[in-house]
């Protein structure tokens, strides 16, 4: 399967190539709008909330640290959010190609990564900038991103190929998908701490995956300290799993999946 994903590599990179240019074909502006959108989203989180509402963090000082944990939760979120919801239609919205083109079917997953990593890469480009203006970036530390961010992104596109597989022979899982994933959000603390919980309900709130990731985020860019690798085992071992079971399910139903669409 590596070896098929790299033989189509001028494929994958063509695909990405083309969807982010026709997003932004008839636009004046062009490709600045993948500045401009992130850029206005971190300024309004910085202006309401650090100056205008006053919003502070338990045991954290600096006039900025709720935007910058708004910021690590929202943007770490979007990420996820962007890769399974593609993930979840990308074989029914290239029904077409599928049944016209011989390629390696999993190249499509692949692409949606792709994709959903530069809209990531732009964005936290910016929100890093930020942080290196405002004398807030967390040092040495900062390099604890990148193995968290492999993991969510397994996570993501593991969930996502299962999901996505199982849309094509039941559509009302793409429904049910998208209304679980706005629960989810709210069931994750990003726009809110973990601490103004009642205790009794954390063991069942810390079931969920995405909240160790997104702590992690949060302790990394807020509080300049490593994350709980140990909290991270959890949804590290989600990962692997969703993996190897989307692919297999994905290798076991691909010729079904052409037949359907």
């Keep these: 399967m590596l070896r098929s994903i790299w033989s189509y590599r001028g494929f994958i990179s063509g695909s990405v190539k083309r969807e982010f240019q026709s997003r932004y074909r008839n636009s004046l502006l ?3 709008w993948t500045v401009l959108n992130p850029l206005a989203m971190i300024v309004v989180y910085t202006v309401i909330f650090s100056q205008v509402m006053r919003a502070r963090l338990p ?11 708004l910021c ?6 979007g990420l996820f959010a962007e890769i ?14 599928i049944k016209k083109i011989s390629f390696p079917r999993i190249c499509l997953p692949v692409i949606v990564v792709f994709n959903a990593g530069i809209n990531f890469a732009i964005i936290f480009g910016l ?24 993991i969510q992104i397994a996570f993501a596109i593991g969930l996502g ?3 996505g597989v199982l849309n094509v022979f039941f559509r009302d899982v793409g429904q049910f998908f998208g209304v679980l994933l706005q629960f989810w959000f709210w069931l994750t603390p990003v726009v809110y701490p973990a601490s103004i919980l009642p205790a009794p309900i954390l063991p069942y709130f810390n079931l969920n995956p995405m909240v160790p990731l997104v702590t992690a985020y949060q302790d990394i860019f807020v509080h300049a300290k490593g994350p709980d690798w140990n909290s991270l085992a ?10 190897v079971v989307g692919i297999r399910m ?12």
């Design 59 to 69: 045991g954290v000082d600096s006039g900025f640290a709720y935007s910058i944990y």
């Design 72 to 77: 690590a939760g929202v943007l770490t979120w």
């Design 84 to 97: 399974v919801s593609r993930a979840q239609n990308v074989f029914l919205e290239h029904a077409n190609l």
């Design 30 to 32: 062009g490709a600045a």
């Design 161 to 163: 190929i299962i999901v």
């Design 127 to 150: 929100f890093v900038l930020f942080l290196l203006v405002s004398g807030n970036f967390p040092g040495t530390v900062f390099a604890a991103v990148f193995p968290v961010l492999l």
């Design 234 to 243: 959890f949804p590290a071992l989600l990962a692997a799993l969703f993996c």
């Design 250 to 261: 994905f290798r076991k139903r691909v010729g079904e999946i052409v037949d359907e669409l």
